[in-house]
């Protein structure tokens, strides 16, 4: 009897699941019947009765999409909050919210974190934008060039390189993110070799997101082969470091993030170490085209 009450409870749930969720008709046939969990201007990410995860469907692709009827007021808070000013204080703090009043004595926010009204002296206010001006990396996909230099010591001297490597880089959220790096350059000159290898694997944090800055740190391990006979120089080995960085995004470009970085890491190549302070005379920089 209890059996027969579950299966008719699963069955009523899956019949009536529809009537709590959208159905979205794609141009190509397909019908998919989930909750509409983020809008973009190009794109809206879907949760799929079924699925394990979330998809992103672009908007040339859709038909119709039939909503439900909390779609309407969800779609309402989704633009109330895009539209709501960002805050930026000179003390470092962030408010988000909606301006009531603005004159040149004092700012009043309403805020959309549920700690009411704010009202602040305008002084004390760095700059204002809105929130849809913030760029969104959740779950975008990069590939980009890295220049990187290094120092490789042993008791004879210094030997300055520079790498230039490929990157894949994927965002698993709006706040982390993880990049492979893989450089390989060989060149062969009257019996004289020059070869360089190095792969790389980073993992990064979003600590603050400043407009169209991400700001962010991590750490990374990799592997690296160096074959220089002008030098002698030959040997293969591990490294690892740390880093923190800036990327940032133009309005003009919205699909291009340009990104410079701060860091130490050490390496080993044979008799070889490297130990690179990059936030000396060898920053790094970087250029990323995402999806």
């Known amino acids: 009897m209890i059996r027969k009450s579950l299966l008719t409870l699963l069955f009523c749930l899956i019949s009536l699941s529809p009537l709590w969720a959208e159905t979205i008709y794609l141009k190509n046939g397909q019908t998919i019947i989930g909750k509409v969990l983020k809008y973009k201007a190009d794109s809206i990410t879907v949760h ?8 992103e469907i672009n908007k040339d692709d859709i038909y ?3 909503f439900d009827v909390n779609s309407e007021q969800r779609y309402t808070d989704f633009k109330k909050q895009m539209a709501a000013n960002v805050v930026y204080l000179k003390n470092g703090e962030v408010i988000i919210g909606r301006i009531t009043s603005y004159n040149p004595d004092f700012i009043t926010i309403e805020s959309l974190k ?6 602040m002296p305008t002084a004390e206010v760095n700059m204002i934008t809105t929130q849809d001006t913030v760029v969104d990396m959740n779950q975008r996909t990069g590939i980009g060039y890295v220049q990187h230099k290094s120092t490789l010591n042993d008791s004879t001297g210094n030997i300055t390189y520079t790498t230039d490597q490929f990157s894949y880089k994927s965002f698993l959220d709006e706040a982390s993110f993880i990049d492979t790096l893989v450089a390989f350059g060989s060149r062969k000159n009257a ?3 020059l070869q360089v290898l190095s792969l790389d694997l980073r993992y990064g944090m979003v600590f603050d997101h400043f407009k169209n800055t991400l700001l962010y740190y991590g750490g990374q391990v990799g592997f690296l082969q160096v074959t220089d006979d ?4 030959s040997g293969s080995g591990i490294g690892f470091g740390g880093f923190i960085g800036a990327e940032m995004f133009f309005t ?3 699909n291009f993030g340009f990104a410079t970085e701060l860091g130490i890491g050490y390496k080993r190549a044979g008799d070889y170490t490297a130990l690179d302070f990059s936030a000396s005379s ?3 920089f970087s250029m990323h085209y995402y999806f």
């Open 48 to 55: 799929a009765i079924g699925d394990h995860q979330e998809r």
């Open 64 to 66: 119709l999409i039939n």
């Open 114 to 119: 549920g700690t009411g009204i704010l009202q």
């Open 191 to 193: 019996g004289v070799k």
């Open 230 to 233: 002008v030098n002698q120089v």
């Open 252 to 254: 003009q470009l919205p």
């Open 282 to 284: 060898f920053p790094s």
